[in-house]
């Protein structure tokens, strides 16, 4: 069924923090190398290694400049599905492929059910979903629902791939329902942030702003070159013989 | 938008399809229109034979066509289910309706019902079909109060277009009917106008700063995750008709709306065959110029996934 269920018992998303990301896209390959193997596979490549390469991946780590009177800086920045709380892409469904799972909100396709219709990809502002050409259904981020519950793992791998993999630890996994968890105090300690919060879709993921510019560490850019001067005496002759 | 052309096909063909329906549904039932054998045959053939042509070609658009028996489950939350639902249903009555009118040569009594109730689920069936765009919120030139009127208007005016034409080549014309589709035409038009002025002067609040969490200042894409273009800027990244929007509008307008309406003024001042001759090119004309109406519909309308990368 495609209405969404009143209440989640938890809401299991990521926390992502955009200051320490360095954008090293270990991330997408893991994500890809899990999820190509996983409940969504194939996550099928078109033309891998020819010039028109074309493909499916749930995780994509974007770069941006951000300019503030503060200065700017590279800011590296993953996107993939946020598991909102009111996701569109879930009620536009016209099969019942896509769903919101009640026990810990995560949002999933039903491969199976799919139609191929694309709606939903119209229907998510974020672009966390896309479609598979080969197979003809689409295709989304499961936040690892088989890695996440698998006692097959050792407990502490138990964590979507992209968090396992993440060499920075910018990626944080937990229950953002539960005001007491680690990420939700993460999110409240570092003031996390929705993406796009004005279209009303209340994603679960949070985003946290980089850190405010600080004046205590050493100013990055060496100084510029003086001009250099005219001089008197020796080393100014050899100075304007040269510059002949 | 990509405008995939399964999808602008559809929305022209079903539209003008539906219109002529209800049209011939309720002027037919109330004896506004004469019960003739062939122009049931005709009028029904060419209304259920646009919305049929319009559904497959909508169809043809799946990644797993095979499946889309189970596109009518879901009608509690989905407009497109909803749709489906609508569509089919009104296969129903319209069905009942042809019968009556052609195989038992009656419009009156239970045909007139019949007539009516596919009226009724043909704008019930456009309604859903305007409905699916315009609840999407991550595109606001179609997330906007002109997308379901327009669809209506559109539906309205393209079906009494195909009528008048149809009525005409019958030799059956009036000025009325005449006067009618010029009027929805000259609607159709204001109402475009209406629509693009909103869509060009629209203030989004959504931008790169909130697409990407980081306030203040200005963001700017520096590098994108892949080096080709993948599915998201295939499918929501089209940027072709911007470039020759101005262009593209003037073709739409002309096709759509003023040479429909000349076409349709001379044919009043002419007598029959001529004015037949006219109301038929008047429908064809219209029938490509809300092809590419429908097609800018699409190429005009931005994604908020495009702000990601910088578009």
């Known amino acids: 069924m495609t209405c969404l269920p009143a209440h989640t018992d938890k809401k299991l998303g990521l926390v992502i923090d955009l200051d320490t990301c360095v954008g090293c896209q270990a991330c997408v390959t893991a994500c890809k190398e899990w999820n190509t193997g996983g409940h969504m596979a194939p996550l099928t490549d078109i033309d891998p290694y020819g010039g028109d390469a074309d493909g499916v991946w749930f995780n994509r780590v974007h770069s941006y400049e951000h300019i503030t009177e503060m200065g700017g800086r590279t800011v590296n920045f993953p996107r993939s599905c946020l598991h909102c709380d009111t996701p569109a892409c879930v009620t536009v469904c016209p099969t019942g492929a896509s769903y919101k799972r009640a026990s810990d909100g995560i949002v999933l396709v039903d491969e199976d059910k799919c139609i191929g219709c694309k709606l939903c990809s119209w229907a998510c502002p974020y672009g966390a979903r896309e479609f598979d050409t080969d197979v003809g259904v689409m295709k989304k981020c499961t936040l690892c629902v088989d890695r996440i519950y698998n006692d097959n793992l050792a407990e502490e791998d138990r964590v979507p791939a992209c968090v396992a993999a993440c060499p920075t630890s910018a990626r944080h996994f937990g229950d953002l329902g539960d005001p007491a968890s680690a990420v939700s105090q993460l999110v409240a300690e570092r003031g996390g942030v929705d993406l796009m919060p004005e279209l009303g879709y209340h994603p679960t993921n949070k985003y946290l702003p980089p850190r405010a510019h600080t004046t205590r560490a050493a100013s990055v850019p060496a100084p510029a070159l003086e001009p250099v001067r005219a001089e008197g005496g020796f080393l100014g002759w050899v100075d304007r013989m040269l510059s002949h | ?311």
């Open chain 2, 1 to 311: 938008m990509h405008p995939a052309f399964s999808v602008v096909f559809f929305t022209t063909a079903t539209g003008a399809g539906y219109g002529l329906l209800a049209l011939l549904g309720v002027l037919a039932g109330q004896g506004f229109v004469p019960p003739d054998f062939w122009l049931g045959l005709v009028g029904m053939g060419l209304a259920l034979g646009l919305i049929s042509a319009g559904l497959l070609s909508s169809a043809g658009h799946l990644g797993r066509p095979e499946r889309a028996w189970r596109a009518f489950s879901q009608w509690r939350s989905s407009w497109l289910s909803r749709e489906g639902v609508a569509s089919v249903a009104t296969f129903v009555p319209a069905g009942l309706f042809a019968i009556g009118w052609v195989v038992l040569g009656r419009t009156n009594g239970w045909v007139a019902v019949a007539g009516l109730l596919a009226a009724v689920g043909a704008f019930v069936t456009v309604c859903t079909t305007g409905m699916i765009y315009a609840s999407l919120k991550p595109i606001a030139q179609w997330h906007s109060r002109f997308t379901l009127p327009g669809y209506l208007i559109f539906s309205a005016m393209s079906g009494s277009v195909l009528l008048n034409a149809l009525l005409q080549g019958f030799a059956i014309g009036s000025t009325i009917a005449l006067a009618g589709c010029v009027l929805l035409t000259v609607l159709g038009w204001g109402w475009k106008l209406a629509t693009w002025r909103y869509n060009d002067g629209l203030e989004i609040p959504t931008n790169a700063n909130t697409a990407t969490g980081l306030a203040g200042g200005t963001v700017r894409s520096l590098e994108w995750p892949h080096t080709e273009e993948n599915y998201l800027l295939k499918e929501m990244g089209f940027r072709i008709a911007r470039k020759h929007k101005a262009r593209l509008r003037r073709i739409a307008q002309a096709l759509a709306f003023v040479f429909p309406a000349l076409l349709l003024l001379a044919a009043f001042a002419l007598p029959w065959p001529y004015a037949a001759v006219l109301s038929a090119l008047a429908a064809i004309v219209q029938f490509v110029g809300m092809l590419v109406e429908r097609w800018l519909f699409f190429a005009e309308a931005k994604h908020t996934v495009t702000l990601y990368y910088g578009r």
